[in-house]
């Protein structure tokens, strides 16, 4: 498999929601690749224990982490409140919204207003071009409009930047890989991010550091 630097920009319809500072390139990748290797038995796939699958996404590896970035964002982390309420309708009586399980509340997210995402990745271009565009939205809280991407554009690039670019890190990046750094904090750096298995002591995205 032949691997190039690529760039790629998702433009985006709506703002992006998030649930955690960063979207990493490598995990969308591999969600669908998963998707098409499983088809209907992807919904089924246990969501609190991590799960041993032969798949394995078009990307350069760095030992034991791909070379992709987290995305960067055109814009500044917003908070949206929306009021959310229990439309329900029984033929008689009345349920109480003031407490308990059909209470009234607000809600609360967090979202980035952007026209771009860009990710940086060291990949098969053809592949990841193919994989890429079946990615329709980013982030969370797609179900009420946040994080649809209108285009995907994979381009061929004259530098790396998937795991360091000016003298920064674009993804987490265990300490044991990096000669310095200036911020360290424990975090996921590879799939599934929400394993507590693969948290290790990392460099953290956008700071500075120098590979070994």
């Given at each position: 498999m032949s691997?190039?630097?690529?760039?790629?920009?998702?433009?985006?319809?709506?703002?992006?929601?998030l649930g955690f500072p960063w979207i990493f390139f490598d995990s969308l990748i591999l969600h669908i690749l998963v998707k098409e290797e499983l088809g209907e038995?992807?919904?089924t796939l246990p969501s609190k224990a991590p799960v041993k699958l032969d798949v394995e996404p078009p990307l350069k590896k760095y030992h034991d982490i791909y070379v992709a970035?987290?995305?960067v964002f055109d814009g500044e982390p917003r908070v949206f409140n929306y009021f959310k309420r229990a439309d329900l309708v029984f033929p008689r009586g009345k349920i109480r919204r003031g407490s308990g399980f059909f209470k009234d509340f607000y809600l609360k997210i967090v979202y980035i207003p952007v026209k771009e995402v860009t990710f940086y990745a060291t990949g098969e271009y053809d592949e990841v071009k193919r994989l890429v565009s079946k990615i329709t939205a980013l982030g969370k809280d797609r179900n009420i409009g946040f994080g649809f991407v209108k285009e995907a554009v994979v381009e061929e690039v004259d530098y790396e930047a998937g795991l360091v670019w000016n003298n920064r890190c674009m993804r987490p990046i265990p300490v044991k890989y990096l000669r310095d750094y200036e911020d360290a904090a424990y975090l996921a750096y590879k799939p599934p991010y929400w394993s507590k298995y693969n948290i290790d002591l990392c460099g953290v995205p956008f700071t500075k550091c120098t590979l070994k």
């Open positions: 691997y190039v630097p690529l760039k790629i920009t998702f433009k985006m319809k709506t703002p992006i929601a038995k992807y919904y970035s987290v995305g």
